[in-house]
Every structure is written in structure tokens, then in C-alpha cells.
């Protein structure tokens, strides 16, 4: 399986032209690497960190940032199996994060306080998917 950890150029240029006012909620799917993975120049890169402890060091030091733009985490789950879909697609963490906008979210990437802290995510995450969403009212059906 392909790893995906950052968004590609098109993927974020899809994201930032969409409507950056309303409320969205991030849906978070990540497989842990065994080991973490840092840039050779990194502090942590001689420290032996599994996946889930260099994750565990990105929540701690993005969390702050997260809070500061308004968000929270709305949703925590832990997965079982997939019933429907890739049986290779297992998630070691899964969350849904909320904005109050998308302008939140790209303030949060953009703080030098996140930007330091999303390197234990890169060097934690073997693959992973951040689906953007919004929330429709609910109805008693499914559509």
C-alpha cells in the first residue's frame, strides 16, 4: 500500500477552494510505522520512538494550537474490522476533528507551534486519510 502522510498539491488546491467559512470536520484514519521515522537531523531521531509514541508527541505538542484555532475533537474511535472495503486498510488511530472553518484549519497548519509539531506525525504515520466533511442535518433516513 501506498503510504500517504502529507497532501499532494492538488489535493490541498481542491481543499483551499472549497468554501473556507463554514463549520467542516476532519475525518482522520492513521496506520502506525513500528518505528518512527525521523529526519536524521531531528533530536528525536536518535531517541528509538515506536510510531505511537512519536504520534502521542504530535497530539501533546499540536493540541495547544488545535484548542487556540477553535477546534476540538469530536469523535475518537477504536477500529475492529472492515466489513466493507480494502481488508488491507486496517487504522490504528481514527478521529473526526472539527473547525469552525476551513480558515481555522489553515490557520492551525500554519502556526510555526503546529509546523514543528507535525514532524512526529510524519515520522509516525505509515498511512494515513484526512477526509474533510461538513455535517447535514439528520433525518430518519440515510440520505
Known amino acids: 500500500m501506498t503510504g500517504y502522510i502529507d497532501p499532494e498539491r492538488a489535493q490541498f488546491d481542491a481543499f483551499k477552494g472549497l468554501d473556507r467559512d463554514q463549520q467542516i470536520d476532519m475525518l482522520n484514519l492513521v496506520r502506525l510505522r513500528d518505528k518512527a521515522n525521523y529526519p536524521g537531523d531531528h533530536e528525536a531521531a536518535r531517541d528509538g520512538l515506536t510510531g505511537a509514541e512519536a504520534y502521542a508527541a504530535y497530539g501533546r505538542d499540536s493540541a495547544p494550537v488545535l484548542a487556540r484555532v477553535g477546534g476540538s475533537i469530536l469523535w475518537r474511535g477504536a477500529f475492529d474490522v472492515t466489513l ?54 439528520l433525518t430518519e433516513g440515510f440520505a
Do not use: K, N
Not at 107 to 117: C, F, K, L, T
Open 84 to 137: 466493507i472495503g480494502p481488508q488491507d486498510e486496517a487504522w490504528d488511530i481514527m478521529f473526526i476533528a472539527r473547525y469552525p472553518s476551513a480558515h481555522a484549519f489553515l490557520a492551525m497548519i500554519s502556526d510555526p507551534e503546529y509546523q514543528a509539531a507535525v514532524v512526529h506525525r510524519q515520522a509516525a504515520v505509515e498511512t494515513s486519510r484526512l477526509i474533510r466533511s461538513r455535517a447535514l442535518p
